[in-house]
């Protein structure tokens, strides 16, 4: 028997398995209820008295060897799994990264500068009200703005917004002078879609109250918004214009990034490109949201985000925004 015992524990010291399952035979053949380690001490049973000490000791030897195997080799199998894995985790991977939506990182971009000069963000619903988008805005009741035309209309007071400027409205309702805020969103218009047109596109509007803004501010703010935009040699230009909500009200252009100002077919040979419209908040407007005329003054100015990116981008038609081209996005993928 002790010779018997020997082989096993030979076999047990030179067993190598190739995986898992193979530590799990071997486990039920050693110490399976009927496996090797059983028999052998059903057998220890019947030899004789003056064989029991060594057969005995040897036997128990065995019985650990065994049980020290299977454990050594599990952990031993376990580590090189939790390795291999580890590995996997920096194995190239399938996937193309994805890009971040170039109205996302005009409108980003838009806000940043906004907010190194200390407006901060504020947004409100793009289903509004009448008040918010016309009557809060000096919109007289007449105004063609209100037509079907323009707006999609979801009862004869509920509409969606066809500007930013509503955000104004709500943001005067709940905050006291100073307020420095721009607002980005989307805003809809009932616009046969085209190259330059679309009936959804993005604003950013932007607001500041407080005592003694003046026109000047308004200039330099928007100065610097272009310089940061599109690069310091840009210049502005303000045209007189007109909005119910501003007085005065102008327009503003800055110098063709494409020609320097020489005139060429984007700038349609002006030396100029329309980016947005801006004015001094009309005393009316204060009034209407409860903010003292006669104490504060204001300017507000609201921009296209997809014109914006158009210029920056040299994108000629409007629609790439929305068709999700996946080549189109890919451009972008370098300005994450
Ligand atoms: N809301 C105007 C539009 O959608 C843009 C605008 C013009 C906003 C002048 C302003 C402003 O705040 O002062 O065309």
């Known amino acids: 028997m002790k010779e018997k015992i020997e082989k096993y524990l030979e076999e047990v010291a030179s067993f190598s398995p190739a995986n898992m399952e193979e530590i799990e035979q071997f486990r039920i053949k050693f110490l399976g209820k009927k496996g090797v380690i059983n028999d052998l001490f059903a057998e220890f049973k ?22 020290k195997k299977i454990n050594e080799l599990k952990s031993a199998f376990a580590e090189a799994e939790q390795k291999h894995f580890d590995k996997d985790l920096f194995l190239p991977v399938d996937t193309t990264l994805g890009s971040r939506h170039p109205i996302s990182l005009v409108r980003n971009e838009i806000l940043d500068i906004f907010k190194r000069l200390g407006f901060n963000v504020s947004e409100g619903p793009e289903v509004e009200d009448d008040w918010h988008v016309f009557s809060a805005l000096n919109f007289p009741p007449e105004h063609p703005a209100r037509d079907m035309q323009d707006t999609f209309f979801v009862t004869d007071d509920i509409l969606l917004r066809t500007h930013t400027s509503s955000v104004q409205v709500r943001v ?15 805003v809809y218009r009932n616009e046969a879609i085209s190259a330059r ?10 607001l500041y109250i407080d005592k003694g803004v003046s026109f000047a501010d308004l200039k330099q703010t928007l100065l610097y918004f272009a310089k940061e935009m599109f690069g310091e040699k840009t210049d502005i230009r303000l045209r007189p214009s007109y909005f119910p909500f501003t007085e005065p009200s102008a327009e503003m252009d800055i110098s063709c990034k494409i020609c320097g100002g020489k005139g060429c077919n984007v700038c349609k040979y002006t030396g100029w490109l329309e980016i947005l419209g801006c004015g001094m908040v009309d005393p009316n407007v204060l009034e209407l949201n409860g903010i003292d005329s006669k104490t504060y003054t204001g300017f507000a100015f609201g921009m296209g985000v997809e014109r914006i990116a158009m210029l920056k981008y040299g994108i ?21």
């Open 46 to 67: 019947t030899i004789p008295p003056e064989q029991k000490r060594d057969v005995g000791k040897i036997l128990n030897t065995l019985k650990q060897e065994v049980q």
């Open 197 to 206: 047109a679309h009936c959804i596109f993005h604003q950013v509007e932007g």
């Open 316 to 336: 000629k038609d409007l629609r790439l925004f929305f068709e999700n081209n996946i080549d189109f996005l890919k451009q972008f993928e370098t300005e994450l």
């Open 172 to 186: 005067m309702e709940k905050e006291k002078p100073p307020i420095r805020t721009v607002s980005p969103g989307r």
